[in-house]
Nanobody, 124 residues
Framework: QVQLIESGGGLVQAGDSLRLSCAASGRTFSSSAMGWFRQAPGKEREFVASIGANSVITKFADSVKGRFTISRDNAKNTMYLQMNSLKHEDTAVYYC?????????????????WGQGTQVTVSS
């Protein structure tokens, strides 16, 4: 089993930055691709970014390209999402997810393990 705990969410103003963290335990973190998804009220959960087990491959949703950066520290079993130039439409609950495989994907159903989520609210 894998446990994922997100942190770093909060209330910020448009244009501000925020960094989310995801601490993982219970599995070999370094062999798992990881990802971030988000869900706004009344909307489906959507892909934000993902990173392969060795950090070589990263993928981003078009809506966050150029503003968000994903990274991981395998020595600390932690993944990060650096969010810059935040917009009101980035407001959502952000979820950390892990795959059982090392290759980064963009598909929600390819991630087997999920955190509880952290709220990000961007005021306009």
């Amino acid at each position: 089993q894998v446990q994922l705990i997100e942190s770093g969410g909060g209330l910020v103003q448009a244009g501000d930055s925020l960094r989310l963290s995801c601490a993982a335990s219970g599995r070999t973190f370094s062999s798992s691709a990881m990802g971030w998804f988000r869900q706004a009220p009344g909307k489906e959960r959507e892909f934000v970014a993902s990173i392969g087990a060795n950090s070589v491959i990263t993928k981003f949703a078009d809506s966050v390209k150029g503003r968000f950066t994903i990274s991981r520290d395998n020595a600390k079993n932690t993944m990060y999402l650096q969010m810059n130039s935040l917009k009101h439409e980035d407001t959502a609950v952000y979820y950390c997810a892990a795959r059982a495989y090392p290759i980064a994907t963009m598909t929600l159903n390819s991630f087997a393990y999920w955190g509880q989520g952290t709220q990000v609210t961007v005021s306009s």
